[in-house]
């Protein structure tokens, strides 16, 4: 059920929901395995308390992928497009409004509330970065996190099969941050 969901989630974060890339296209052409495995470290798993199923994946669109016996793991730096003059903070910050925006309550399954609020801004990660997030209330399902730091844009998700005790999710979710954030780089 997870699996489908998560594939109609990243189905949904396509182009419609970041702006193209400009230049040379795929904004993934220089990430490596090697960086993804930096992006996702082994702790998330242990934090979750999930066992790895397969190796670190490089996906589309400078993102990072791992899927876990028991869910889903997935790092994205999304790209920013600035328009007319505008200047890359300015730029990564509509994105990041936009991102929030377009949070859903609706990605839950059964269509719980998510904790907090969809779009919420959050205050319980330890990296100084701006953020919000959806989350479910017992873990399970979509858990999406979307972080702004100076001139960049993340998208963060901790994809659980099974009920995660909230705040374990929050723990992962913080880990990725501190891991990823660091590693991107401005512009796409």
Known sequence: MVTVLLGLALTGCGSDDAPETSGDG????GLSVED????????VLTTL????AGQVEVGAADTCE???DAGDLRVRRLP????DGEELADSAQTVYDDRCAGLDAGQQPGGESPTPAAGEVVDWLSTDVTACAVLSPDGQGINELVVLSGETVGDFWVVADDVV????????????????VPTFTPGG
């Not at 308390?49 to 790895?52: D, H, I, L, P, Y």
Request: charged share 20%; net charge negative.
């Open 36 to 43: 993804c495995a930096v992006r996702l470290p082994d702790s």
């Open 26 to 29: 795929d904004a993934s052409a």
């Open 66 to 68: 791992l899927a876990a």
């Open 165 to 180: 005790e909230p705040e374990l999710v929050r723990e992962a979710l913080d880990q990725l941050v501190s891991a990823a």
């Open 80 to 83: 920013m497009a600035p328009q």
């Open 49 to 52: 308390g999930w066992a790895s």
